[in-house]
């Protein structure tokens, strides 16, 4: 067989030197620049820069709100009626009403010891509370283990019932739903749901409850979240950044204004009649804690989340189990919000300004809008920009308004305030996962209902130096640590600031440098704590 030459396989405009070669594709990129290139990308900008403002709007309303809530509104125990729980010489507890405590776990060997521990350590009578442990672990090992521990706490006298289902339908919801319908608890008023790493104060029921009991109108009383392991590692500080501003700001503000807010899942008390007039759980999307409060919001049931009411937890400390986490997080309400829009506009039990609140601010800005324009503008439009010096981007739009949001988001975590500008960086990493799954959820793509349960790594990481490390099986490199959409971003990006360098005049590829550097380091999974063998 003749041997095939270079020149057959490559056209003839383009054999030649390389430097021939880098030419004809200069010449095609400036064929195709002015008739193409130039309109979709003023067409990008012109979708981009509403986005921007929309976002900037919702933060400048967000902070001037919660400095009047701050300033001028009553705190909750004297804006709704409150008093504290005693026992009655004459009745004795029944006084207190029946509070069901609910633990979901799925193989949580690290923590299940400490949730049902602290569960147990609850301030409130012992004859007036259940906890409830649903387990729907896989591992043989774990299960009886999490067994035997429910049975310590119950040889103390304490009502902890430990429940098993044949299958994991409707993973977390299901297994709520399934506890509900236990015959010990219809004569419980009141359901409390802790998380298998959520650790609970001994005075959180005596401080929540009685805003149920004396304001009939309240379903859910939801607490705040505070991080065991904010401190363990750079990944650790920067989730608490971002989630300080959705509890600080966000919640807050919703329930001082409008008595709404996403329940978080976990470290709230709910009503159980409210759930029930709700619907109940359901399973259609991986945000069933969000699902429940905006149909419990549509009965005209009120939310009240309280700032001061602290329960601990722990914060996923690696990179896959953050970036499962967020995709849950972010397709969960984009999938939600395309199911339940048409029915938020058609009810009418709320009132329209609260309608508008849901699916304008609640839904589209913060879930929607909120990780698209930080994806498509800063790390697409922008860096492109720079390729196509016929279009400009306003300064406005580039640097003064994101400066803004950056700083009114930071008032969540003063402590980190030095760490803003790697957060910025960060975000936009995250951003392109969170856009993913955003897309995912409105179109209902593969993975629109995925659920992988957060790895908790609890007290691993302190006894890790006692265990000897085992290889890992090839093939785990890739999908774990080497992550080829992240460093393509990076080479992406590498290009648009090494062209800035050389013919820009925006002095763009200061920030387009620091944003490669934290896409490579993300790319190679150099971010968070690596679990122990």
Same mark, same amino acid.
């Given at each position: ?63 001037? !709100?919660? @400095?009047?809530?701050?300033? +001028?509104?009553?705190? /909750? $125990? ?5 008093? *504290? ?105 009141? !359901?409390? @749901?802790?998380?298998?790493? +959520?650790?609970?104060? /001994? $005075? ?5 409850? *009685? ?112 970036? +499962? ?42 879930k929607i809008i909120a990780h698209m324009v930080t994806f498509f503008f800063f790390c697409v439009v922008l860096p492109l920009s720079l390729l196509v010096p016929e279009v400009e981007i ?140």
């Open positions: 067989m003749a041997e095939v030459s270079t020149n057959a396989l490559l056209p003839e405009t383009f054999q030649g030197t390389a430097a021939d070669i880098a030419g004809q594709i200069g010449l095609m990129w400036e064929l195709i620049k002015a008739p193409l290139i130039v309109p979709l990308l003023r067409v990008a900008i012109y979708i981009c820069l509403p986005m921007e403002l929309m976002l900037f709007i919702e933060r400048l309303y967000m902070g001037i !709100v919660i @400095i009047l809530v701050k300033l +001028f509104l009553k705190k /909750p $125990d004297k804006r709704y009626k409150w008093e *504290p729980m005693r026992e009655d010489l004459e009745i004795g507890n029944s006084g207190f009403p029946m509070v069901l405590v609910q633990i979901p776990m799925f193989n949580e060997k690290e923590v299940y010891k400490v949730s049902i521990g602290a569960a147990c350590n609850l301030s409130w009578p012992s004859d007036r509370l259940v906890i409830q442990v649903l387990d729907d672990s896989t591992d043989p090992l774990i299960k009886d283990l999490v067994e035997k521990e429910c049975l310590r706490w119950a040889g103390k006298g304490i009502d902890i019932r430990y429940q098993i289902r044949e299958s994991r339908g409707g993973y977390k919801a299901g297994a709520l739903k399934e506890g509900l319908k236990r015959d010990y608890v219809k004569d419980c008023e009141y !359901v409390v @749901i802790f998380d298998a790493d +959520f650790r609970p104060e /001994p $005075d959180f029921l005596r401080r929540a409850i *009685p805003f149920l009991v004396h304001n009939s109108e309240i379903a859910l009383v939801q607490g705040r979240w505070r991080f065991v392991n904010s401190n363990e590692c750079l990944l650790t500080r920067m989730q608490e950044m971002s989630l300080d501003y959705h509890f600080t700001v966000e919640q807050e503000v919703g329930s001082s204004t409008h008595a709404f807010f996403g329940f978080n899942g976990t470290g709230g008390v709910w009503r159980i009649a409210a759930i029930n007039e709700a619907g109940g759980w359901k399973d259609r999307t991986t945000v069933e804690d969000m699902d429940l409060a905006v149909r419990a919001s549509l009965k005209g049931w009120k939310f009240l989340y309280l700032g001061d009411l602290q329960v601990k937890s722990e914060l996923p400390s690696t990179f896959k189990a953050f970036r +499962f986490q967020q995709h849950r997080w972010s397709c969960g309400p984009a999938n939600l919000f395309r199911k339940m829009v048409m029915e938020i506009v058609r009810n009418k039990r709320v009132n329209i300004w609260k309608k508008f609140y849901v699916i304008y601010s609640f839904f589209f800005v913060r306003p300064v406005w739009a580039a640097i003064y308004i994101p400066c803004i949001i950056t700083i009114l988001n930071s008032v969540g975590t003063p402590r980190s305030i030095h760490l803003l500008f790697y957060w910025i960086l960060f975000e936009n990493v995250m951003a392109f996962h969170r856009t993913k799954a955003t897309f995912i959820g409105l179109l209902k793509a593969k993975r629109a209902n995925e659920w992988v349960v957060t790895e908790k790594l609890g007290d691993a990481l302190k006894n890790k130096d006692k265990t000897k490390p085992t290889k890992k099986p090839r093939g785990s490199l890739f999908g774990d640590r080497i992550l080829p959409q992240e460093l393509g971003f990076a080479a992406f990006l590498f290009f648009c600031g090494c062209y800035d360098v050389l013919y820009g005049k925006s002095q763009y590829f200061l920030y387009i440098f620091l944003q490669v550097i934290t896409f490579t380091i993300a790319g190679f999974g150099y971010i968070g704590t690596i679990i122990p063998s």
